[in-house]
């Protein structure tokens, strides 16, 4: 979309303002800084940090979802729900009737749309931005997160948003400078219990396992700089992710996440079989040589 493109939205309703909503707030004031941004938060230090950087044009501090059902929706033209699934799923029942298009950001999906199938007069289109970063609240916030990575729409035949609806919310995706792909509540699930939400918890525990072996700790609490190559720390840096959210997508993708796991733990008792046994006569180079192409595939890297 051209830089003067008129923006797809007026008025936006960005209710939770951490490290993704505060991000969407920044971008959207560069791209389209005639947007009127107004912001939810749960903290008084959130809405003290967002007032002095100028985030947003209003901030309300609410730590009750429940209080959706006091906010007149139909002022504003896009209402984006950046909180945790449990919390959108909580919110949903008492979301006032409106035209205004909802969005969010979720990291999971069939639980929020089966939420929502209950309201079928609202208007709601699914979002997950494929971006984001370890650290947390809004001074994480970054105005070219969303520049050039992948915006998943989700199908969600039940509701009532409209064509019009859905073009709109592809013009603003798009004009953040967003790739955008559709799929079913799902096959996302599924999909991304491989891509993201296993690794996460593969990333955890593996920052526990190195923890837990009294040398490494020793050696690595006493060395002048940390031991842990870059391996590690490439593998270890989601570790570090907002505990909430990622409780939330346990919670809420269980099944997909067990599914992936378990067929991870088939794959790595089979590659310690092959380490134990020096005779097997595995070839070593051509499967490290598989994994980097698998790689190069699933990351599009050349």
């Not at 449990?86 to 089966?114: F, G, W, Y």
């Amino acid at each position: 979309m051209p830089e003067n493109a008129s923006a797809p939205y007026q008025r936006i309703l960005i209710y939770g303002m951490g490290m993704m909503g505060s991000s969407l707030a920044s971008a959207v004031q560069r791209t389209w800084p005639e947007t009127w941004i107004e912001s939810v938060v749960r903290s008084e230090s959130s809405a003290a940090f967002i007032k002095e950087f100028r985030l947003a044009n209003a901030v309300q501090v609410h730590t009750d979802v429940r209080a959706i059902q006091d906010f007149d929706l139909q002022s504003f033209d896009l209402v984006v729900l950046g909180i945790p699934p449990a919390k959108i799923i909580e919110m949903v029942p008492h979301l006032p009737i409106t035209q205004t298009l909802i969005t969010d950001m979720s990291s999971t999906r069939r639980q929020v749309h089966a939420a929502f199938d209950q309201r079928p007069a609202i208007h709601f289109i699914g979002s997950h931005p494929m971006c984001g970063s370890e650290k947390q609240g809004p001074q994480a916030a970054q105005a070219d997160l969303f520049h050039d990575k992948l915006c998943l729409l989700i199908e969600n035949p039940s509701s009532a948003a409209t064509t019009v609806d859905l073009q709109l919310l592809r013009r603003f995706w798009s004009g953040l400078g967003m790739l955008l792909y559709t799929m079913s509540s799902g096959m996302h699930d599924e999909v991304l219990a491989y891509l993201s939400h296993a690794p996460h918890l593969i990333s955890s525990l593996l920052t526990l396992w190195a923890g837990s072996n009294q040398h490494v700790a020793s050696a690595s609490k006493l060395s002048p700089i940390p031991i842990s190559g870059g391996g590690f720390k490439s593998m270890s840096r989601i570790a570090g992710s907002n505990p909430e959210m990622w409780n939330d997508v346990l919670q809420t993708n269980r099944d997909h996440i067990l599914g992936s796991l378990q067929e991870f733990h088939s794959q790595l008792g089979r590659l310690i079989q092959l380490i134990q046994d020096p005779e097997s006569g595995h070839d070593w180079q051509s499967w490290f040589q598989k994994s980097r192409q698998e790689r190069d595939q699933l990351c599009n890297w050349d």
